[in-house]
Every structure is written in C-alpha cells, then in structure tokens.
C-alpha cells in the first residue's frame, strides 16, 4: 500500500499538479484504498499537521525578508558590502556572498534571499562587466545559505515535527553557513581570474567609512537581535521573529522612510500567500505523517538497515545520497517533513546525534534547489538574468560542487555542527 502512495505521489507531480495537492489527493486515495478508516481522519490529521504555535514564527520572518527587499535595505546591505569587499578582482561575487550571509540572519528563506539580492546586484552586476552567467551562479548559490545560517525556516520545520531544540538546530547551522560563505568565495576567486574580471578603484576613507556606517548600522543589527534572542532565550522563537518584524517596520517607515504604506500592503498580501502554500504543505504532511506511522514505515526501516549491517558512516552516505537525489525531484519541504522523522530513528539507534543529522539533512535538501529538474533558484535567476535555463545548469556546477564539499566535510566532521550547540547549551542539551 505504502508502494501505491508513493507511486500515485509522483505521477500527479508528473502530470503537473502542485506538491501539495498531489499529496492531498495520494492520502485520501490511500485512506479509500484501505476501507478501514474513515475520511474524517483525513480533516483531523490535516488541522493537527498545522496545530503547532512555533509555526506562527514562518511567516513573521519571511515578512522580515520581505519588507527588507522592498524597503531598499537589502540595497543598504550591498553598499555595505561593497565598501569593503567590492573593490577586489570579481568584488561583486563577494558582495554576494556577505549580503546573502546578513540575510541569512533575518529571513531564514533561500527563495526570499535569492529575489532580493539578485534584484539588487545583478543590473550592478552587468553594469561592471561580469558576464550574466557568472552573477547568476554566484547568486542562487549564495542565496542557499539562507536556509542554514540561523535563523532557518527549514530548521524550525524540523523542530515542530520531532521536538528536537530548534535552538540546538539553529546553532548548529553556524559554522556549515560561515564554511559555505569561504568555499564559494574560492569558487568565485577562481572563476573571477579566470574570466580576468579587472578591480574596481575604490577610495577608501574615514569619511565613507562613517558615512556607510552611519547608513546601515541600525540595518545590520536585525540579524544580531535575532541570533541574540535565539542564543540567550530571552524571548521564544516566535516573539523574535515578531520583534524582528517590529524593528525592520521601524528602520523602513521611521528612520529610512523607504516604504510606503500602498507597498507596505502588498509586502503583507505578497507575505500572506506565501506563507500559505508552505502552511497547506504542512497540513497534508499531517495526513502522510498519520500514514507513515500507520504503516509503520520507521520500523521497517530500521530492521533494513540492522539486516544489512549497516554502521553510521555507511548510514550517514546512504541519507545524503538519499536527500540528495529527493531534493532534485521534489520540493525541499514535503521531503523533509515526510522523511526526516522516519529515518531519525535509526540515526538515533546508530549513535547520530539528532542536532548533527538535522543540519546535515537541510543543507542536503536545500542543494537540491540548485539542480534541476526542480532547482527553484535557477528558475528565479533565469528570470532576473534572462538567461536559458539549460544554459545557468552548466555555469552553476563548480558552486554547486563546492557546496556539496562542505556537505562531505560537516556529515563526516561532527563537531563543525555541535561545536557551537554544545558551547551554548551544554553537551546534549
């Protein structure tokens, strides 16, 4: 039966329907199939798969992304950046990469960080000489830390559905964020010399120095307000995801007076449906999550791998592979709520720590957002770009090369995941 779920899963995804509406549709066709439940089940399941408060905390960051992009404070972040960075040979790839990182700080979200960075380098980008292809890659490939550094909408995903400490988690995206930031500098070092992309001359001052500060200070300080909130747990995640949406509303209408209220409307209409369509997906994972346990999935599972021997190393590759190649045919989202809690267990029994496997599965996931066929971020860059799609595909490897290096590197190097967790929190905690 669990063979037919999955099946009817990937054939409606074929034929083009959304990826919550194929999952709605394969659960109630499985509820049918078994005779044995009533459909009422599948109301109850989908009410509790979206009954959890920290889930209130999503939508609170992607508006905090949003109202930075529309605000100009995203632009703010770039001349920042650009400041100190700017100046080298391919400076703007760098810019990239530190603007993505400050980003990553507030919104949490790939797809948030990609459009609002990209809108803002890439006609600076083409301005300078770099080729689109070059900017494109750098781009999406540095918006994918969005997700890991802290806070992380993945990550909190994660926590709601296992109960595992979305502070550990969050923590535990540090280093892998900061890793990723210097492997794609390298990347782009190298592709910036290869492409002998010349040095901008930049005077640098005092006096610019002051007048960039002065300009995007307050701006800077989101980040560090919701890692602070997130590491001394003042307040819950929730509260400093609202307090977060407080302050950027007051840089943008009070002190920068960027934003309109006409445009501030339609941050939140725009904030409102996105938020949705990740909040229905949780919904119909609710009644695949019922069936998974029903079918005892997890179980199986784990008398798989004690059957064949299988030893954490072997484990940890078969997982990354697995993700891996899930994350190149479905949305990050469903894979992760469907699957995460199913092999926890095991990891568990084979003496993983679940803090350890949690950020190594989002970094998997959330790779796949740069292959096809699904790749949500070259979509976007083939949008702000206009470039061919097939043509992003093979500019984009050697990024996507090295992020999967940094992947490597954490699943089999631990403590670059714990170190942070178990400093803040204690050993375990």
Not at 226 to 254: D, H, N, Q, R, W
Not at 296 to 305: A, D
Request: include cysteine.
């Amino acid at each position: 039966m669990i063979a037919v779920l999955f099946a009817l899963l990937f054939l409606l995804i074929g034929f083009g329907f959304s990826i919550w509406a194929a999952m709605g549709i394969s659960g109630v066709v499985y509820i049918l199939l078994r005779g044995d439940v009533s459909l009422r089940i599948v109301v109850s399941q989908m009410v509790g798969g979206v009954d959890s408060t920290t889930l209130v905390a999503i939508p609170f960051f992607i508006l905090v992304g949003n109202l930075m992009n529309r605000s100009g404070i995203t632009r703010k972040l770039a001349d920042f950046a650009d400041f100190f960075v700017g100046r080298f040979r391919g400076g703007l790839a760098y810019v990239s990469i530190v603007v993505s990182l400050i980003m990553a700080g507030v919104s949490g979200s790939a797809v948030a960080d990609a459009s609002s960075v990209s809108a803002v380098l890439h006609p600076i980008m083409r301005q300078r000489g770099y080729d689109d292809t070059f900017s494109a890659s750098i781009n999406a490939s540095s918006a994918v830390i969005g997700p890991i550094f802290p806070p992380s909408i993945p990550m909190i995903f994660i926590g709601v559905i296992t109960g595992l400490s979305i502070g550990r988690l969050f923590l535990g995206g540090v280093v892998p964020g900061l890793l990723m930031a210097a492997f794609l500098w390298v990347v782009s070092a190298v592709e910036s010399g290869r492409r002998n992309y010349r040095r901008v001359e930049a005077q640098i001052s005092l006096k610019r120095f002051f007048s960039v500060m002065k300009d995007t200070a307050l701006a800077i300080l989101a980040p560090a307000f919701v890692l602070a909130g997130v590491i001394f747990g003042f307040v819950t995640l929730v509260e400093v995801a609202a307090l977060a949406v407080l302050y950027v509303l007051f840089l943008s209408l009070v002190v920068y007076r960027s934003l309109s209220l006409k445009r501030l409307f339609e941050v939140f209409v725009e904030t409102a449906v996105f938020s949705a369509s990740i909040m229905i997906i949780f919904a119909v994972v609710g009644l695949y999550q019922y069936i998974v346990a029903s079918e005892q999935l997890g179980g199986q599972l784990l008398r798989l791998v004690e059957s064949l021997n299988m030893g954490k190393n072997i484990f940890l590759l078969f997982s990354m592979i697995f993700f891996l190649l899930m994350g190149c045919v479905l949305d990050a989202v469903p894979v992760m709520l469907i699957f995460f809690p199913v092999l926890l267990p095991v990891a568990l029994r084979l003496g993983i720590d679940p803090t350890h496997f949690g950020v190594t599965v989002v970094l998997n996931l959330m790779i796949g957002l740069l292959t096809p066929p699904i790749g949500a971020l070259l979509f976007i860059q083939t949008k702000i770009a206009n470039l061919p799609f097939n043509t992003l595909v093979r500019a984009i490897w050697p990024y996507t090369l090295a992020l999967i290096g940094v992947l490597v590197l954490v699943t089999y190097v631990p403590q670059l995941i714990l170190w942070l967790p178990n400093l803040v929190f204690g050993l375990g905690g």
